[in-house]
C-alpha cells in the first residue's frame, strides 16, 4: 500500500522538476535572443554613424589669431561661467525658500560688478575678423548676465517673484549665446591648445 501511495507523489515531483527545467531553458532561450538582438542592433548603430560622420564636413582648423583670441576669451569664459552658475542657484535657493530677499541681494549684488568687469576685458580683446560676430555676441551675452543681476537683486526691495522669472529669461538667453560661442571657439568646452 505504501508504494501506491508513494508512486504519485514522486510523479508530481517529477513533473514540477521538468516544468521547473523547461522553464530555465525557456528563460535562457529569451536571455539568448536578447543578447543575440542587442549585439545585432549595436553592429548596425556602428555603422550608421560612420556612414553620417563621413558626410560632414571636417571644421576648418583655426588661424594663429582665432587660436590666440579663443584662448584669451577662454580666461574670461571660465569665470563668466562660475559666476553665472552662482547667480542660477541663488535664485534657486530663493525660490525653494533657503534664503530669503535679502540673502538674494547680498549673494547676486556683487555679480553686476563681475559681469561688467568681464565685459570690459572682452572688450578689451582684439577679435580677427572672422570671429567679429562671435565676440559680439559674447558681450551681448554678459550684458543680459548683468542685467539678470541687476533685476534679480530688485528682489530685496519688494519680494516679486516676476523679478526672478524675468532675469531667468535673461540668464537662459545669455546661457543660450555661452553654448553657441563655445561650439564655435572650445567645442566641448575644453579650454583651446
Same mark, same amino acid.
Request: cysteine-free.
Given at each position: 500500500?505504501? $508504494?501506491?501511495? %508513494? ?7 517529477? *513533473? ?5 527545467? =523547461?522553464?530555465?531553458? /525557456?528563460?535562457?532561450?529569451? /536571455? ?19 556612414? $553620417?560622420? !563621413?558626410? @560632414?564636413?571636417? &571644421? ?15 580666461? @574670461?569664459?571660465? =569665470? /563668466? ?9 541663488? =535664485? ?21 560688478? @563681475?559681469? *561688467?568687469? $568681464?565685459?570690459?576685458? @572682452? ?12 565676440? *559680439? ?8 548676465? &548683468?542685467? !539678470? ?19 531667468? =529669461?535673461?540668464?537662459? %538667453? ?6 553657441? /560661442? ?12
Amino acid at each position: 500500500m505504501s $508504494a501506491l501511495v %508513494d508512486s504519485p507523489r514522486s510523479d508530481a515531483r517529477f *513533473g514540477l522538476k521538468q516544468l521547473a527545467i =523547461g522553464a530555465l531553458l /525557456v528563460l535562457l532561450g529569451a /536571455v539568448s535572443a536578447f543578447a543575440l538582438m542587442r549585439e545585432t542592433r549595436g553592429v548596425r548603430n556602428d555603422v550608421a554613424p560612420t556612414a $553620417a560622420v !563621413s558626410q @560632414v564636413p571636417e &571644421r576648418p582648423a583655426m588661424t594663429a589669431a582665432e587660436e590666440a583670441y579663443a584662448h584669451a576669451l577662454w580666461g @574670461v569664459h571660465s =569665470g /563668466v561661467r562660475t559666476e553665472a552658475v552662482r547667480m542660477t542657484f541663488a =535664485g534657486l535657493s530663493y525660490k525653494m525658500g533657503e534664503i530669503k530677499p535679502a540673502e538674494i541681494k547680498k549673494r547676486v549684488a556683487p555679480l553686476t560688478a @563681475v559681469f *561688467g568687469q $568681464a565685459a570690459s576685458k @572682452v572688450e578689451a580683446l582684439q577679435p580677427p575678423a572672422s570671429l567679429n560676430a562671435v565676440h *559680439g555676441r559674447y558681450l551681448e551675452a554678459l550684458r543680459l548676465y &548683468r542685467e !539678470s543681476a541687476v533685476e534679480m537683486v530688485k528682489i530685496a526691495a519688494d519680494s516679486r517673484e516676476e523679478h526672478l522669472l524675468k532675469a531667468q =529669461g535673461m540668464s537662459e %538667453d545669455a546661457s543660450g549665446i555661452l553654448l553657441e /560661442v563655445g561650439e564655435q571657439l572650445w567645442p566641448g568646452e575644453h579650454k583651446p591648445n
